[in-house]
């Protein structure tokens, strides 16, 4: 018995250095960032191209084939273009438009689902290949061999209320053009109070209609949309679960 203690206690000491190790490797060079800036304010990302990060993908979309722009003698309309007089919208690579974000959704969903069976299942022969025989010498033949009762039932609620709301404006720069002039835009803010910093992230897809004459867009109107707000710091450090116990969610079955 103490041999088998002895490599049970190995097997779980094995595991446990695992476990460790794994969160060693999860948390990397993000838990060494965060000691070095214990005591200090969190600090603001530097002002990057948003072509040159690392997972930046140039957004590829179905495109019409182009319409050559002609000119008319005695007419200030030219075919082929968007608006009659020249004005200040952002149209190119580079350009600023602000993104105003305006979110109000709400969903209330209620599920109620209840199921039940009943089975049973006789054999007609109650002894099971003749074991009162042994007993009984005159009973050859037994009257049953099996008999099986099953009841089953199951009961499921469920109920989603969820609000939520989220309004702020966000200026964003043009990244790319796109064949049939819609507008590729990314936009990114940062405001840091006390040990807390808030991040706010707007990209996606306009087109120049949508553009109001202030050079403002409705996020509604931007298509494939990505809308991430958040925030790093001291209170999101509480409210977040430590290494550890998200390692332990993930590989525990129960």
Known sequence: ??????????????????????????????????????????????????????????????MPKPEVASYNPNSLWRNGSRAFFKDQRARQVGDLLTVTVNITDKANIENDTSRSRTNKEDSGITDFIGSQTITQPNKILPGRILTADSTSSSEGKGSVDRKEALQTNVAAVVTQVLPNGNLVVEGKQEIRVNFEIRELIVAGIVRPEDIQSDNTIDSTKIAQARIAYGGRG?????????????VMDVLLPF
């Open 1 to 62: 018995m103490s041999r088998f203690s002895s490599a049970f206690r190995l097997r779980r000491i094995a595991i446990s250095a695992l476990l460790l190790a794994t969160c060693a490797l999860a948390s990397g060079c993000s838990s060494i960032d965060r000691l070095s800036q214990i005591g200090e304010q969190p600090k603001l990302s530097a002002i990057d191209n948003p072509t040159t990060q690392p997972g930046y993908k140039p957004v590829q979309m179905p």
């Open 234 to 246: 001291q209170i999101t450090d509480v409210q977040q679960p430590r290494y550890g116990q998200q």
